[in-house]
């Protein structure tokens, strides 16, 4: 299991688990469920390039890790 920390909507931090092999959707699942979120068509999860200051978005179905391989 990998831990992903999450920042929620309200500015604060959640750290949730996953699997080292788990698609996006896996964690997207588990944020929209902890936050009770019913509608979850409007909603995406994304990430940041902290040395480019650059938001990608997560796909749900690609391998999370694979997203996060391509940066620095």
């Not at 940041?48 to 996060?68: A, F, P, V």
Request: aromatic share 12%.
């Amino acid at each position: 299991m990998q831990a992903a920390r999450v920042r929620l909507p309200v500015g604060v931090y959640k750290e949730f688990e996953v699997n080292r092999g788990s698609e996006g959707e896996a964690l997207f699942r588990q944020v929209t469920s902890d936050l009770s979120i019913e509608e979850r068509d409007y909603f995406s999860l994304c990430f940041y390039d902290k040395e480019e200051g650059i938001r990608h978005w997560l796909y749900n179905d690609k391998k999370i890790l694979k997203q996060l391989k391509n940066l620095p």
